[in-house]
């Protein structure tokens, strides 16, 4: 028994050892020259008024939790934030879209003499730490090789955070406690580990895999390890489990899992059965993940596929279609065991597909049930079609946004183009040619 108890743990500690020796919590960044291009900007007597710049050319390294972005930001002369626009980003609508104005006006009056440090002086958006810490970082250090460009002497060095220990730690306390509990059959260490996971993935951070994360590895959206070792732990951990032992993950570490088990186990305080599910239906998460995957190729955006119900529960923005269609789900999961893992969640399927366990849960679902069963199959089949209602209406909702986003990216991005170029043109001035400094560590 300790043999299969001490195997998986000694993988895991060999894994963040290795991690722990190519990415040291702290880097200094170093900067060397390149010939792309920031703009000057001047007034009509051909004085020097300011800078701009897009963070993806100061800072083609840095990235978001989906990936690359491009926000326009506008100095004065003395280096202080006069405008800052996102253009175009690749984050989660529902953390991000509805906060990045707030999250933006903090910059207005910042100079490079200031931190830009998330907790310190900006606030990062809610359950967005990842996308804030990458906005923020872009925008410091594009700031900081214009300065030190026009003014080396002058020019602030900064040390960047690029590691937390606790983000590396916390995932590994979780499949160490979750792999513990399955090894000693100990219900007191699988309800520890539900609700550590429920509280800092699900409520604290907002950090969980899903369908999504999926969806931004397949599109090669992927965070700096930097910028988020608890994306990048979570990821791994899980893949190892997946081959060396058992889904881990799914089995104790979901927050959304933990959610489903409370109403479970509310229902067994009560005394009251379970409803059955009918034979078959489990075969819906696969044709949703089917279903997903040709979707976020089609748009190359993973947004389009933002149903699973932990992202519309602990996302920062409560929706009342979202939190109406949580609603459903938690009350089916009272009366149905696992109601959405066990028929409808994709990254289950993904999950099963990888482990290669698809066979076993497909034979499961072919179970015939009893007459008496076959009498309560009505409360599934409500709880059922309601379900598939919400999923194709939220699909329906995600793809509006998405073409109404790309098509505001592109009004903005002309717009902001047009503005420079008119404004050096009135002036009889053309766009300075002007070194910037590519991070290199």
Known sequence: MYKTFIRPIIILLIFVTGFSILYPFKKIHTFSPSLQPFTKLFDSQK??????????????????????????????????ILEVKMLDHKETYSYVGYQLNKFFAQFIGKSNGDHFEIGHDIDAMTHATISSRAFTSSIDQGIQKIQQTMNPAAAVHKTHHTASAVELAIPLLLYILAISAVVRASQFLRWTTMIIALFYLGILKGSMLSIITLGNIGLGHLPNFSDNPLWWMLISLNILTLLFYKNVYCASICPFLAVQDMANAARLKLRIRPFPIAPKSSLTKYLILLSIIILIFLYRNTDVVTVEPYILLFAGHKFLWSMLFVGILLIASFFIYRFWCRIFCPFGAFQDLIQGTVAKRLSAAKKNINNQQKQKLWLFWLFYSVTIVFILLTINANIRIISQNQHQVIMVQKLDSDKIENNLKQHGIKPQTAKYWKSSM
């Open 47 to 80: 004085n020097l008024t300011g800078f701009s710049f897009y963070t993806d050319e100061m800072n083609p390294d840095i990235q978001g939790y989906g990936g690359h972005f491009r926000i326009h930001v506008t100095l004065d002369k003395n280096y202080k």
